[in-house]
């Protein structure tokens, strides 16, 4: 156990699971004028200490993997088997916000609490839904599941910055969606953020320039500041979505080249 006010130190992973193609003028308001390649992974991430197993979102499954032409690498719930973590293991989820892509595979795991932003669920269910625009990056069927555990005890709300245990907390931004959180975990190295959406790829926050599915274009430019605030460094700072952090960080096996450590220093 650790000593009084002594934080744990947590190992946190980012398990790829998904991609697809995408292009520069896809990824920032306004476009970009050298267009070129520039595609999108998809990762949900697992702090663990020996007291805690926490996982940050739950990304999507086969079915909206064909409905949205994204291709599956693998199911984001069994790929926690290459960690040696068991889905009746995990009780805590932190679902950064409910997008399709961080908040699906929620059936999947039995015992968990899902940790949530009050806005977020506001937004998801509220009257910006009747907007086809706004409601496109979520699904119907996540909610409803989401609204199924609220009414089984299963979902812990929180307003603004708040702990979710010693050494891990979230940190309310906004911007992309009305309710969207980033966490700021403990680590050997120091204090990491995982950003999510609050940052896609490493250039919206590192050149200022906006991803273009947003909520609020203020919140999400004021949300840069936030994370380097909260985080050690600028090295501290994970994207939500960017290619580059396979490329920046060591490979948990050489078996599997879609977890990377991102507990240790990055490789640059």
Not at 14 to 36: K, Q
Request: a negative charge; aromatic letters at 8%; glycine letters at 6%.
């Amino acid at each position: 156990m650790p000593k009084k006010n002594e934080l744990p130190q947590y190992e946190v992973y980012a398990l790829r699971y998904a991609g697809m193609p995408r292009l520069r003028r896809d990824n920032f308001i306004g476009g970009d004028p050298h267009d070129g390649p520039m595609p999108m992974d998809f990762f949900v991430w697992l702090l663990r200490s020996p007291e805690r197993i926490i996982l940050v979102d739950t990304g999507f499954n086969a079915q909206a993997a064909a409905d949205r032409n994204r291709e599956l690498i693998r199911c984001p719930i069994e790929a926690l088997a290459t960690l040696g973590i068991s889905p009746d293991q995990v009780d805590d989820v932190i679902l950064t916000h409910l997008h399709y892509d961080h908040a699906g595979n929620l059936d999947k795991l039995p015992i968990a609490r899902f940790h949530i932003q009050d806005s977020e669920v506001e937004y998801a269910t509220g009257r910006c839904m009747c907007f086809a625009p706004m409601r496109h990056a979520y699904s119907v069927t996540d909610i409803m599941l989401l609204v199924r555990n609220i009414y089984e005890d299963r979902v812990v709300f929180h307003e603004g910055d708040q702990s979710i245990a010693p050494g891990v907390s979230v940190l309310r931004i906004g911007g992309h969606t009305k309710g969207l959180q980033s966490v700021r975990v403990h680590t050997a190295r120091g204090w990491i953020v995982l950003a999510s959406d609050a940052s896609h790829y490493y250039e919206n926050m590192e050149k200022a320039r906006p991803f273009p599915i947003v909520y609020n274009i203020a919140d999400m430019l004021a949300g840069y500041a936030r994370l380097e605030a909260a985080a050690d460094s600028p090295d501290h700072i994970v994207p939500g979505h960017d290619p580059m952090v396979m490329d920046r960080y060591p490979l948990y096996s050489e078996h599997d080249p879609d977890t990377v450590k991102l507990h240790v220093a990055p490789k640059r």
